[in-house]
């Protein structure tokens, strides 16, 4: 299966930025108005989304698109996996 680096980099900033805020799962499903399995399989980048979901998850998080899908938060913070 081919995965997209965006795909994962979405999933990843979508896991860090919830537990930032202290949401859960189901919390960020429901203001997204999508099942909680489809944005679990996103967070674990099985699954990217569209523009209006990422639109949703960007006003959720209060960040933008572009950050979502393009920048690594775990690196720009500074974080490591490791």
């Known amino acids: 299966m081919l995965v997209y680096k965006g795909v994962v980099i979405l999933g990843s900033n979508i896991k860090i930025?919830?537990?930032?805020?202290?949401?859960?799962?189901?919390?960020?499903?429901?203001?997204?108005?999508?099942?909680?399995?489809?944005?679990?399989?996103?967070?674990?980048g099985e699954r990217s989304g569209d523009i209006s979901l990422w639109q949703k998850l960007a006003r959720y998080f209060d960040t933008t698109i572009d950050t979502l899908l393009a920048q690594d938060i775990n690196e720009s913070q500074?974080?490591?996996?490791?």
């Open 17 to 44: 930025l919830r537990a930032q805020k202290g949401s859960t799962q189901q919390q960020v499903a429901d203001f997204c108005n999508i099942a909680l399995r489809t944005y679990q399989r996103i967070e674990h």
């Open 78 to 82: 500074g974080n490591s996996t490791k």
